[in-house]
């Protein structure tokens, strides 16, 4: 290898996972160059066998996971940051201390308050009158409701177009697949989506076709372009 030649960036993740998806979605936003991997993934098995980069980097065996030369990280949000000072343009973090830590809790929450109500309906599709399901589904329609304010005069959730975006764009395709879908009484959330994420385009980019093509055919696009059907 030319020791001159920058690092390759190599991107591990896996199909449906949404986690890793956020990432593969902010590198293209930043117009970076990187090899993408997909590990195993089959419904009967889950993520096994696990990929050995990810066994070796991350002690959780979890996708993502981002290898550039020495450096080996895991965790979706640690690689936002780390892909914020990588490539700074176009920035994915507001500008400003307060505007950046509430975009920073955004992306959090979304990952970490909204998505855990998402993962309780896995399996439910078929009993979505369960009271486990009834009970997300109602959690999720307030997180909505939360966004709905927050988007009040502007565009994207903390300002600027961000990683909160993408981080709750993803999360929420997996919320409209599994039953939590958006309704009438968030209109400016349905807007919302149907402009982010920015650089996927209406007839995509690295595996994200249609992405931004609004809610029916976003899910479509993002599940069955990785050949998976879930709920059926
Ligand atoms: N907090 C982590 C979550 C990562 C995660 O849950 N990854 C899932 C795929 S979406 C995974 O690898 N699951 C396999 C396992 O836990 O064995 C992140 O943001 O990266």
């Known amino acids: 290898m030319n020791s001159n030649a920058p690092a390759p960036l190599q991107l591990f993740s896996a199909p449906l996972s949404m986690f890793g998806a956020k990432v593969q979605i902010a590198m293209l936003e930043k117009g970076l160059d990187f090899s993408l991997t997909m590990v195993d993934f089959d419904w009967t098995r889950g993520y096994t066998p696990k990929h050995p980069e990810v066994l070796r980097v991350n002690p959780k065996r979890q ?34 201390i307060a505007a950046k830590a509430r975009a920073r809790l955004l992306e959090h929450q979304s990952d970490e308050v909204y998505f855990p109500h998402i993962i309780r309906l896995m399996g439910l599709q078929k009993t979505l009158d369960d009271p486990v399901a009834v009970a997300a589904i109602e959690a999720a329609s307030r997180f909505y409701d939360e966004m709905e304010t927050l988007l009040a005069g502007r565009d994207h959730l903390a300002g600027p177009y961000s990683f909160a975006d993408i981080a709750f764009f993803m999360a929420q395709l997996f919320g409209e697949r599994l039953g939590a879908s958006m309704t009438e009484d968030t209109p400016r959330l349905r807007a919302w989506r149907a402009h982010v994420p920015t650089a996927c385009g209406s007839d995509g980019g690295g595996g994200y076709g249609g992405l931004a093509g609004g809610a029916g055919a976003t899910c479509a696009c993002f599940f069955e372009g990785h050949g998976l059907v879930v709920g059926s």
Do not use: C, N
């Open 63 to 96: 996708v993502p996971v981002l290898i550039h030369g020495e450096l080996e990280l895991f965790d979706s949000t640690q690689i936002f940051e780390y892909l914020e000072e990588l490539q700074p343009q176009p920035a994915l973090w507001p500008a400003g």
